[in-house]
T-cell receptor, first 118, second 114 residues
Framework: AQKITQTQPGMFVQEKEAVTLDCTYD???????LFWYKQPSSGEMIFLIYQGSYDEQNATEGRYSLNFQKARKSANLVISASQLGDSAMYFC???????????????FGKGTLLTVNP | EAQVTQNPRYLITVTGKKLTVTCSQNMNHEYMSWYRQDPGLGLRQIYYSMNVEVTDKGDVPEGYKVSRKEKRNFPLILESPSPNQTSLYFCASSLRPVSVYEQYFGPGTRLTVT
């Protein structure tokens, strides 16, 4: 079974500073994908960044980067130069082959609520 | 504009009154899925569909039905809603089911069952 663990229920960061949101995962699949989504207070799910299990380089998208450490099964999200608009819930998710079937579902962590202080 | 739409966005209903939440995507995606989000639990998959007429259960299918008669539509049906189905529901789709393809999410439907 797949599992995503986000150990930080809440995080605070000062505006313009960098912040790391932790994510560890567990899977027996060899091929999988790791995603981060942002959910602002308005409720929509916004895709931020993707890392494939066979990608050798860490993914980056603007101010977002994914610190992928395969041996440690971690996929931390780093947000550089935090902005007030970054305040939101952040979900780490993994997608692979569902055990015993063919369902490539997303398995989500419980989320980290990030607050950016001015 | 490529998007996943859901209707209604907000719904308050009573126990036992059948309801349908519609989901439609305009990206010709094969894979569609329903999730529910509850505080402290993250998102959990209810049902998914690999393509037209191919649907299967996710992690929490009890009390829900789905159908996939057309590629673009994937409605979620609650035949007899109960208060424990009060939740935020998301429809999602992706071009293919494999891991590399991003899932696009709809805006969410906030359902309250009294």
């Amino acid at each position: 079974a797949q599992k995503i663990t986000q150990t930080q229920p809440g995080m605070f960061v000062q505006e313009k500073e960098a912040v790391t949101l932790d994510c560890t995962y567990d899977t027996s699949d060899q091929s999988y994908g790791l995603f981060w989504y942002k959910q602002p207070s308005s409720g929509e799910m916004i895709f931020l960044i993707y890392q494939g299990s066979y990608d050798e380089q860490n993914a980056t998208e603007g101010r977002y980067s994914l610190n992928f450490q395969k041996a440690r099964k971690s996929a931390n999200l780093v947000i550089s130069a935090s902005q007030l608009g970054d305040s939101a819930m952040y979900f780490c998710a993994m997608r692979g082959r569902y055990s015993g079937g063919s369902n490539y579902k997303l398995t989500f962590g419980k989320g980290t609520l990030l607050t950016v202080n001015p | 504009e490529a998007q996943v739409t859901q209707n209604p966005r907000y719904l308050i209903t009573v126990t036992g009154k059948k309801l349908t939440v519609t989901c439609s995507q305009n990206m010709n995606h094969e894979y569609m899925s329903w999730y529910r989000q509850d505080p402290g639990l993250g998102l959990r998959q209810i049902y998914y569909s690999m393509n037209v007429e191919v649907t299967d259960k996710g992690d929490v299918p009890e009390g829900y039905k789905v159908s996939r008669k057309e590629k673009r539509n994937f409605p979620l049906i609650l035949e007899s809603p109960s208060p424990n189905q009060t939740s935020l529901y998301f429809c999602a789709s992706s071009l293919r089911p494999v891991s590399v393809y991003e899932q696009y999410f709809g805006p969410g439907t906030r359902l309250t069952v009294t």
